[in-house]
């Protein structure tokens, strides 16, 4: 068995690789750039070695740094993780050529199938089915326009040694086509260090199905069952869950016989993942194969209790596999959501900055529900501009589909961060989507569902509710530790009023508020006065602790609580609200208090994120149409166009290409 191994990566799926390896008695060495000196992964590993400067085209993908680190700290063998050097053909053949072991697939394996053009040429040499598409070299925006027309719209532009949902776009028009062409290849250059696309015809309502495989260096292949990663935004997965709600056992196996038998084609010897597109109607063609571990990979492990990474360094090894395909077994469901550092409510623009707070729910395994969170943070740390915004993977299983949701929804809302956006309140709201717990799923479920993007959410229905009860036990808790202070004026008993006015920002809910136990009750009053039964609110919530967990009628619920003046800020199933609350006395003032408005920042285009300036597309005096480009920022790998949200004439152009902007600096202005 291999001594010492070193990760060729960062973040998250570092910090997944130590664990494994120390849990069995393999030695770790991390590499880092200059921005990573006080990550986690650092911190974790036994040893660590400075590779560079930020840019990951410095550090993280330069092969020579990562064979000197090996040399260095006597690793035998290297870990790629996902993304950087994990599916470049000249990685393990620069490793083997110094003697070291690479922990992933043959070098022959990953040209055959880690390049997403040859990997389609080889699945249609074995008569795989496959999507149709321009498969050769596509010379510039205009052969790609002439392509997209000969295979009909909509298609897809996809980079070559893509993956991560970098370098993609979906094209309905010519003009989207041209401008798409050249933004993929920008990002797939920026990402991959390798700007070939090619373009193929985007599957109308498709499903995102991809079954893990994996071999050995005998020749045995087996499969995992498979995944369902149709919840996407902008090709990137942000659900992901196993098995798939739409499968059944003979689609399963049909699948898995011909991720087998491509596995096989190419001699493939690792963890890998063949991926499909599949229509509503369980048809489904391949798509590529994922020549590497999956990002999602955890769903997998939790449904078959095979810990993927293990059975990886076992092979590199040179063990063979200790399961066979009979072996194999699916057990309950996983539900994974990916929590990236963005803005949801600023169509998802990435934020960076200082983990100020960060506080995830306890891992743990209990009554059938296991938590897991697959993380490379932690509080003070920093999110960086110059890498994927990742903070975490929350994974839950359960004996169902239904019970690992409803476990998955309550830990996103005990999941607490402050100091940058982050898309848990997305997270949240999409777990309790009907449609998404239904199962009916397709690629296009975001854009389909939340057309106009995520907006902020108003309290309504059975969330408002329970929002204004826990609210009103967080006000009767500060008040009973108010009573508590000693120097009060003494000598009689005050009386508290039941009574509360609840405000969940300028809604109002009636309700009266009282200790029953070790409980609270609370019972909501109607428009004519009318006092409805109680309802017991149980939770061991103090003052000071960033989330009330705890029952309402035995009903598991997470409430986020940040305070603000005279009240409290509450988060929870996609809802973020001020909640004051008040008695009668104060309810009549606050009634009277005017409504203050935000101010009008329409005439201004702001940066919506810290980045670079890649372009301007305007000019000072140029009108503008809606829809229209304004300018391009490139921020964590992404190239994010800005474009104008209404007709109107350039003012003054005030950034210029080349500048690196904070978040909310003034770009340009109108007329």
């Given at each position: 068995m291999l001594k010492k191994i070193l990760i060729a990566n960062r973040g998250e799926i570092a910090c997944r690789v ?126 790609a326009v002439r392509i997209a027309d000969e295979i009909g719209y909509p298609v897809m532009i996809k980079a070559s ?488 004439t350039v003012k003054k152009i005030h950034a210029i290409v080349g500048a690196t902007l904070a978040v909310d600096a ?6």
């Amino acid at each position: 068995m291999l001594k010492k191994i070193l990760i060729a990566n960062r973040g998250e799926i570092a910090c997944r690789v130590i664990k494994t390896a120390r849990k069995m008695g393999i030695q770790t060495v991390a590499v880092y750039s200059e921005a990573d000196r006080d990550a986690l992964h650092v911190e974790m590993a036994d040893e660590a070695v400075l590779i560079g400067p930020p840019a990951a085209a410095e550090s993280y993908l330069v092969i020579e740094k990562i064979v000197e680190a090996c040399r260095k700290t006597g690793a035998e063998a290297v870990h790629p993780g996902y993304g950087f050097l994990s599916e470049r053909e000249a990685f393990p053949r620069a490793l083997e050529a110094a003697g070291i072991v690479f922990i992933g697939p043959n070098p022959g394996a990953i040209a055959a199938m880690g390049d997403k053009i040859e990997s389609k040429k080889a699945a249609a040499k074995a008569k795989v089915s496959t999507v149709p598409g321009y498969l050769g070299v596509i010379e510039d925006d205009k052969h790609a326009v002439r392509i997209a027309d000969e295979i009909g719209y909509p298609v897809m532009i996809k980079a070559s040694a893509g993956g991560g949902g970098k370098g993609m776009r979906i094209a309905h028009s010519k003009a989207e086509v041209a401008e798409g062409f050249n933004l993929a290849k920008a990002e797939a250059k920026a990402s991959f260090g390798d700007d070939r696309v090619f373009v193929e015809k985007f599957i109308v309502d498709p499903r995102h199905i991809e079954i893990q495989v994996l071999g050995d260096k005998h020749g045995n292949v087996i499969h995992l069952g498979e995944r369902e990663c149709s919840i996407q935004r902008r090709n990137q997965k942000v659900i992901e869950e196993a098995p798939s709600p739409l499968l059944d056992e003979a689609t399963r196996r049909k699948m898995g016989e011909q991720a087998i038998a491509l596995a096989k084609a190419v001699n493939y010897d690792s963890a890998g993942t063949v991926e499909f597109v599949a229509g509503q109607d369980k048809s489904f063609y391949f798509l590529e194969m994922n020549t590497r571990l999956q990002v999602e990979h955890p769903v997998t492990e939790l449904v078959t209790g095979t810990d993927l990474v293990e059975q990886m360094i076992r092979v590199a090894a040179g063990e063979k596999l200790a399961i066979a395909q009979k072996d194999v077994t699916l057990t309950g469901w996983a539900v994974e959501s990916r929590l990236y550092a963005e803005d949801p409510f600023r169509n998802f623009l990435p934020s960076i900055g200082r983990l100020v707070k960060y506080r995830p729910p306890a891992e743990a395994s209990k009554d059938g529900i296991t938590v897991r969170n697959d993380t490379g943070v932690q509080e003070g740390g920093e999110i960086s501009i110059h890498y994927d915004p990742m903070i975490a993977k929350l994974v839950t299983h359960a004996p169902s589909r239904a019970a690992a949701i409803e476990a998955q929804a309550t830990a996103l809302d005990a999941f607490y961060i402050d100091g940058i956006r982050h898309n848990i309140p997305f997270l949240s709201a999409l777990m309790h989507h009907p449609r998404w717990r239904e199962g009916r799923l397709s690629t296009g479920f975001i854009a389909e569902e939340f057309p106009k993007g995520f907006a902020v959410r108003v309290p309504e229905g059975e969330v408002a509710r329970r929002i204004a009860t826990v609210g009103a036990a967080i006000d009767h808790v500060l008040g009973e530790r108010k009573r508590q202070i000693s120097g009060q004026m003494g000598g009689r008993v005050v009386q508290r009023e039941r009574r509360r006015a609840v405000w969940l920002d300028r809604q109002e809910i009636s309700l009266e508020v009282g200790r029953e136990g070790d409980a609270i009750a609370i019972r909501f009053v109607d428009a004519e006065g009318k006092v409805g039964n109680p309802q017991l609110l149980q939770s061991p919530w103090k003052p000071g602790d960033p989330v009330w967990q705890g029952t309402v009628d035995d009903h598991l619920i997470a409430v986020q609580v940040r305070p603000i003046a005279n009240g409290v800020r509450l988060a929870h199933q996609g809802v973020d609200v001020p909640v004051y609350v008040w008695t009668e006395s104060e309810a009549a003032s606050a009634r009277l208090m005017p409504v203050t408005t935000a101010s009008d920042s329409g005439k201004k285009l702001l940066c919506p994120m810290p980045g670079l300036i890649v372009s301007i597309a305007v000019s000072e005096g140029q009108e503008v149409k809606a829809g229209e480009t304004l300018a391009v920022v490139e921020a964590m790998k992404m190239q994010n166009v800005l474009r104008a949200e209404q007709d109107g004439t350039v003012k003054k152009i005030h950034a210029i290409v080349g500048a690196t902007l904070a978040v909310d600096a003034l770009i340009l202005e109108f007329a």
